[in-house]
């Protein structure tokens, strides 16, 4: 087996001989890109995927994490400022479970866990407060798990229930977030932060929880209702009216006058006050019986004299509203007096309706246009436009106006070249980039060629067969007869016979040529029997 390695590796040196230099130095390239080849697709095949083995961890947990992961030997990468782990795949589950067994992290703690802790002298107080500190960590723990906060902390001020309370304060809340990579909470996630807090408490209203970020910035204040916002909250939502009305509007004058023909900017006053409005209507139905009726009729007649004077003679109404009869023609005097009393049937409607803040009170929208573009079309065509696209309501007080000027097209059109150049010159360079891995792959390629027909060229060589020729001719031609010579007899040349060492000589040298390998093999066996 080693003579055997050993004659390939002579041959290969004598192939290697036989190149000339430019052919070795393309080889030794072309030897030296398939190795780099080879380890950088054993690198990237043997690279581990990695997973997040925890989230959002405090940075002693972290420290600790990693400290227990270098001491198991197992690789890791730290993401979001160190707070985030992340280990290969196949070790995450198994990761965990060592960690869990560690106590890490540290922050199992908080939450419920806290109720594990507690021993039978606690007192009531102990407990309460001690649950209060656990339902503030698992809302804690939950709000962190909304994308984009980092970390949250959690306050709850539940007021204790007293026997001598008619009706007993609310509890409250007030969450402190802070978001990665420095990121806004939008509207909804900052009102599923508030109804989650105040859906976890007993007896907690939405109006009661205030929300706060990190630079101090009021999210949602206490006192708002469910529907309301905070200050900073409210100009977001005020922008976002602003910019989706604005993009209606330019998007349609664009489609009539083209891009960069116009440009709109809207104004809103968007109104947060809530109205709440209650309204009773009684109302009776024609042809229906009354439930209850009831008539009453009194009547009087007298003898004695009328009173004297206006009162007398016209007659007066009494306490009760009921007129005096006037003077009968023989002096006497009299009253009659009737009442009557029904109870209806009517119907009764309640209804109670809640103006929900975030309606629009007023809008302002101002409208430029290009006068060149704006020669086909009419100011009065492009404002009803406008208005139809903006949803103007003139009862509401809103203000459009449409002006035409001409536009100064010069940073537009220097854009348009840096947009053109640097187009042009992502195009250079993507060419230029494919010229140079088409010139790589190519020059590969030939290497490739040039190795494979140099080995097949030493293939052939080492592969020549012995061809038996047979015996050769003389070199000289036979002798005449002697009876075919005229004139006198000269002396006879015989050729030299041929000289048996000198063929075989000639003979081995040929077969060393041909069969190198074999031979060096034969005279290694005959060295080895000598020995």
Known sequence: MQRAIRGRLQEAGRGLSAFTPAQRVIAVLGVALLVLGGVAFTRWATAPTYAPLFHNLAGE?????????????????????????????????????????????????????????????????????????????????????????????VHLAIPEESVFLDEAAAPTASVLVDTAGGRDLSVDQVQSIVHLVASSVDGMEPDGVTVVGADGALLSAAGESAAGVGGGVRDQQTTEYEKRT?????????KVLGPGKAVATVTADLDYDQTQRTTETFTSEDGVPPLSESSTTESYVGDGAGVGGALGDNGVLGMDAT??????????????????????????????????????????????????????????QLTDMVNAAAGVDAARGDVVSVTQAPFDTTAADQAAADLAAAAAAEAAERTQRLIAYGAGGLLLLIVLAVV????????????????????????????????????????????AGPDDIALRREEFAELVDQQPAEVADLLRGWLAEKK
């Open 452 to 495: 494979l027909l140099l080995a097949r060229r030493a293939a052939k060589k080492r592969k020549r067969e012995v061809i038996d020729l047979g015996e050769l001719d003389v070199l000289y031609d036979p002798a005449p007869a002697p009876e075919a010579i005229e004139g006198p007899r000269a002396p006879m040349l015989t050729p």
């Open 61 to 153: 947990d972290a420290a600790a994490i990693t400290e227990q992961l270098d001491a198991e030997g197992v690789l890791y990468e730290l993401e979001d400022g160190g707070s985030t782990i992340l280990v290969p795949r196949e070790e995450v589950n198994d990761q965990r479970l060592k960690a869990s067994a560690a106590g890490l992290p540290a922050a199992s703690d908080t939450g419920y866990a806290l109720l594990d802790e507690q021993g039978v002298t606690a007192s009531q107080f102990q407990q309460q407060v001690t649950y209060q500190r656990a339902l503030e960590g698992e809302l804690a723990t939950t709000v962190q798990s909304i994308d984009g906060v980092r970390t949250a902390v």
């Open 323 to 380: 007129e005096l009869a006037e003077v009968d023609a023989e002096g006497g005097s009299g009253y009659t007096k009737e009442s009557v009393t029904r109870n209806n049937a009517v119907n009764k409607v309640t209804e109670q309706t809640t103006a929900a803040p975030g309606s629009v009170r007023r809008q302002s929208v101002a409208v430029v246009v290009d006068a060149q573009a704006a020669a086909g079309t009419g100011i009065a």
């Open 246 to 254: 604005e993009a209606a509007v330019q998007a349609m004058l664009e």
